[in-house]
Each structure stands twice: as structure tokens, then as C-alpha cells.
């Protein structure tokens, strides 16, 4: 189906009206190899069509088949390697004094019930990430010297919230289920045994690693609910697909949900170089975290 370059024009308008995404200039056969599809299932005649159609507010199926079209929801278990790496080595070990002292401080920071440490993965994809978190959370946990292990802190004081834009990915993510290919690209041997079954096939997360994850939908480049305040954000490899302005409003309201000295993880190839935010770069062995001053 042609693509003329007004068309071109006003799909990349629309494509970053809805979730934020910067089409790049060049990026036609992009448009083309992810949209036509959708064009042809919805049986629209062209672009300009596909446009007009998503400009209506009855839509909304239209704008999620765009939306999930559109997506790149590459990731891999442990990805990167050294991120979680730092998060067992120092990361989580300063959120569980963190939280200690919190504790023992009485101080109850934005919660109604018990002081916890929460985690959010903002755009977690088909759920490795907020599972690779989880499997490093119960590594650090099991592996506390006898003398930092009192008091006794479980999972459950360190609740994760995965989210994404897309539906698809997340119903994936909340399933647990993963081939033998993605279980591969990541996992260690010794995570595979403690924390993997093999179901007909596949091989399913622990059902305890999943029941710590709470998933939810959500564009980050929408005004967001109220989520509460967080210890640790991961919003990784996501920033890449936005322009400077959207980057900074993200940064922003992430920044927003960081408790005092909370960390945000970004990609290992993304910076927040030229983004206004209070977040300071600190740099842990390999990786690079953002510090809520
Ligand atoms: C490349 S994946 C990264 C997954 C994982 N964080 C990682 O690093 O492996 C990017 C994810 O961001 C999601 N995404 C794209 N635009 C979004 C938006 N506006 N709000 C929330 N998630 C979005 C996509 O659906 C996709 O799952």
C-alpha cells in the first residue's frame, strides 16, 4: 500500500500522540511493515484513512492494534548482565537497611500499612525483567550474612509493580510461561533449577516470584494514576524510542515517584544526558543508576 510522505508525516503525528514513540525520518519501511497489517485487518483503503479513523474517540481497539503494532518489545532475562549484578551486590543490600531503618524510625513514608521497599519496572515488556528482579531479590535474601538478617525481611517487603503500554506483552508477562529459547538467553543454570518448573514444554517462573509481581497497564507518557512512592525504578531501554521532550517529561514524573535517595536504572545504552531532572548519575562497578538527591 502506498505511503505518500504527507501520509508518512501525519502517521509518525499519530503514532506520537499515542504512546510517544519518534519515527524517525527515514523510518517508512517501518511504518509499513508494522502498520499494513493493521490496515489490512481493519480494512482500510490507506494511511490517510488509518489516521482518520484513529482520530475518532471510538477507536480505541484501532489505536491498541497501532499500539501493539508499533511497540518494540524486545528483552531477555538478566538483561545486560552487571545491572543485575549491582542489584544483588549493592542495591538491593541499601534498600534493605533503607527499609530497616525506616522501620525502625516508625517512620511510615507515603504507606498506610507496613513500611516496604517497592520496585516498579515501567515498561517490563513480556516480563523478564521484573521476573529477573524478583529471582535476584530472593538470590540477595537467601544469601544475607546471618548477622544483617535480622530482622528478617521477605519478598513480600519488596513488592514489584511491572507495567507496560501494551496488552499483549503483559498478558505474556503475567502468564510466566517462557520457551526454552528465552529461558536460555539469560537465565543461569543454578535460576533455571530454583526457579523454574517445566510445564508441558515451557518452562514456568516459580509461582511465588509471580505472585510478588503486580501488573498493570499503563502509558508512561500519559499523566499517571497515583502509584505511591517507590525505592527502586527500572524504566530501561524505552527512552531510546522518545524524542528529548518526551524523555524529560518521563524522567520527570519518574523522578516524581522516587522516594529520597531512590534509584532509577535506565538502558546500558541510553543517558539522561541533556535531561533536566533532580536526579543525580552515580556510577556502581559497570552500571549507571540515577540518585533522587
Ligand atoms: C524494548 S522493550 C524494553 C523491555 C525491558 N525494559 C528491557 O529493557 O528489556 C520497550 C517496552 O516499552 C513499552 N512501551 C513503549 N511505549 C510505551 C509507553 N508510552 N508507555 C509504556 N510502555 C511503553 C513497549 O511496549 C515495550 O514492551
Known sequence: MELSPAEFGSVRKAVHDLCGLAIGEDKQYLVKTRLEPVLIGNGLASYAALVQRLLQADSLLLKDQVIEAITTNETSFNRDG??????????????????????????????????????????????????????????????????????????????????????????????GRYTPAEVDRGVTADQRTRYFRQASGAWEIDPAIRGQVEFRRLNLTRELPQLGMFDLILCRNLLIYFDQPTRERLCQALSAALLPQGILIIGAAESLFGVSTDLVRETLGQTVVYRKR
Open 82 to 175: 552487571h545491572p543485575f549484578e549491582e542489584l544483588r551486590r549493592r542495591i538491593l543490600p541499601e534498600l534493605a537497611a533503607r527499609l530497616i531503618e525506616r522501620r525502625k524510625a516508625g517512620i511510615i513514608a507515603g504507606y498506610t500499612t507496613a513500611p516496604q521497599s517497592r520496585i516498579w519496572c515501567a515498561a517490563v515488556a513480556t516480563g523478564q525483567e521484573a521476573y529477573s528482579v524478583g529471582m535476584g531479590l530472593a538470590d540477595f535474601l537467601r544469601n544475607r550474612p546471618a548477622r544483617d538478617a535480622t530482622p528478617d525481611l521477605t519478598p513480600a517487603d519488596f513488592p514489584i509493580l511491572a507495567s507496560d503500554i501494551s496488552g499483549h506483552t503483559l498478558a505474556v508477562a503475567q502468564a
